[in-house]
């Protein structure tokens, strides 16, 4: 009977951890469309991806302490309904904003609810062998999510319409609640340390001012842009104190003296910098730029994850054979020489998805070398005991700079527009104009955009110009992700240090 309901527990966190996977990477897919149907501009677009990372920022480490609190199983019963009802709301919004407010509520849900799957599982399965091999189901369920989220968003476009990518989500969430309320079994730590309310709000609020800056600076005064970064900078001030002043902070921040354990959190970073949010433009590039529907781009995303399923028992081959040290530089290094390649295949002339390809497939080579090695090792590099504050601030860091990275790259995309633009009309049009053209064509809906500017028919009848600098919009972003991850390559390399370390510099256990 104990594995039976094991089996249960297990099949509806998988099922919630689904979930999670496809809501990052099926929607980018139908963003072109919600360009053209629900009237959202550029900025719209990045908030609607940005919101659900924001969100899950905000609520991953609170979500530990409350589960041991109040029940493990309680908690995922309540973030999993509050997931479910948030992407009813998605799929129902009538409007861009409201459809950022709904996309905000389904990352607190779906944040708090990755944080409980892990909670859940640990205590659910006592047994060592039995706890290793239901962690390896999730993870090949959650990499099913992502890896397959594209495919499965275009498809739903293509046989419904955009408002069934979040839709769908509802019945699987009822399916999910059924299997957990009938395996999970209910468990509480009586001796659960407060809440860090303080380290939360100021990270959450440093976070936000960020992206908020980043993405909406260009319409910010002088004035408000200070206030902003003056507002972003306190709070991240505020978060360090806080960290420090209390007894039971959310980040210990001892544990980055541990060279394994910061060098894996480079890989963190790195593969966010990059890959992740990346992966929210693709789509616009292979629409906008190439001209493909929502269906094709979806397979043509494939070669972009597939990789992050597959690679994984070859990386930690990798690391068991070289070390932590050689294969997460190494992933970084694959990663940064696939954007490299795909800035390349996009500079040609007459570029497709076959110029593509390569670099598509070698980044996803790469952050498959990447991820499994820097997750067992930010874990491996403490003692058991400090485990969960490892993984914690291993996901902090990734969604942190995912957050922020989204913002960047858009910004990027946008400047790279603007700067193509500015070279080729920039005498025929105001400044204001040539920015708001220029975050139309970073839609990657070129069709009508002389109805926004009426000078646009008479200065480009063909649409080449503007069909160019959106090319060189991506060039940009393409070269940025290659050289900084190829950067964050070599930090991590010189972070992890020479093969022999001190003892006291290798943790409890270091993931080698």
Not at 71 to 92: H, N, Q
Not at 253 to 278: K, L
Not at 401 to 414: E, K, P, W
Request: proline residues 4%.
């Amino acid at each position: 009977m104990p594995i039976q309901r094991n089996t249960i527990a297990l099949t509806g966190v998988c099922l919630a951890s689904l979930l999670f996977g496809l809501e990052i990477s099926s929607v980018p897919v139908i963003l072109p469309k919600l360009e053209s149907v629900l009237a959202a501009n550029f900025r719209d677009l990045q908030w609607i991806m940005n919101a659900y990372t924001i969100a899950c920022t905000t609520v991953l480490m609170a979500t530990g302490t409350l589960a041991d609190r109040f029940g493990r199983k309680s908690v995922m019963v309540i973030t999993t309904v509050a997931f479910g009802l948030a992407s009813l709301l998605c799929g129902l919004a009538p409007s861009a904003a409201l459809l950022i407010a709904a996309r905000f509520l389904q990352g607190l849900a779906g944040g708090a609810m990755l944080t409980c799957s892990v909670a859940v599982l640990s205590h659910q399965f006592q047994d060592g062998r039995e706890r290793g091999k239901a962690f390896v189901a999730w993870s090949v369920v959650s990499g099913i999510g992502l890896g397959f989220g594209p495919a499965i968003g275009g498809l739903i476009v293509a046989l419904s319409n955009w408002q069934w990518v979040f839709l769908i989500h509802v019945p699987l969430a009822l399916l999910a609640l059924a299997f957990i309320g009938a395996g999970v079994t209910q468990s509480r730590d009586h001796n659960a340390q407060k809440l860090d309310w303080a380290g939360m709000l100021t990270l959450s609020a440093a976070v936000f001012g960020f992206s908020y800056l980043i993405t909406q600076g260009a319409d910010l005064g002088t004035s408000a842009r200070i206030g902003v970064i003056s507002a972003s900078v306190a709070a991240f001030i505020a978060f360090l104190v806080a960290e420090r002043v209390n007894p039971y902070p959310m980040f210990d921040f001892s544990v980055f003296r541990i060279r394994q354990f910061s060098g894996a959190i480079m890989g963190a970073i790195g593969m966010n910098f990059s890959y992740w949010p990346f992966i929210i433009y693709l789509p616009i590039y292979y629409s906008g730029v190439l001209g493909y529907d929502s269906t094709t781009t979806g397979l043509l995303l494939l070669v972009y994850t597939l990789p992050f399923m597959v690679m994984p028992p070859i990386a930690e081959r990798i690391r068991a054979r070289y070390q932590a040290r050689i294969a997460i530089p190494l992933g970084l290094l694959t990663l940064g020489i696939g954007f490299i390649a795909m800035w390349i295949g996009s500079r040609l002339e007459g570029a497709t998805w076959l110029t593509m390809l390569p670099g598509t497939l070698i980044a996803g080579i790469g952050i498959g070398l990447t991820n499994s090695p820097t997750t067992n090792t930010t874990t491996g590099a403490v003692s058991p005991d400090r485990a969960g504050m490892a993984s914690g601030i291993d996901i902090s860091a990734r969604l942190i700079t995912l957050a922020i990275n989204i913002a960047v790259l858009g910004l990027l995309l946008t400047q790279g527009i603007v700067s193509h633009l500015r070279a080729t009309l920039g005498a025929a049009l105001e400044p204001d104009e040539l920015r708001a053209l220029a975050e139309r064509v970073a839609t990657g809906n070129l069709e009508g955009l002389a109805q926004g500017t009426p000078k646009l028919a008479a200065l480009d009848p063909s649409g080449a110009i503007v069909h160019a600098a959106l090319v060189n919009g991506f060039g940009w972003v393409m070269l940025y992700c290659g050289i900084g991850v190829l950067a964050l390559s070599v930090i991590g390399f010189a972070i992890f240090g020479p093969k022999r370390v001190a003892p006291q510099e290798r943790g409890f256990a270091p993931a080698e």
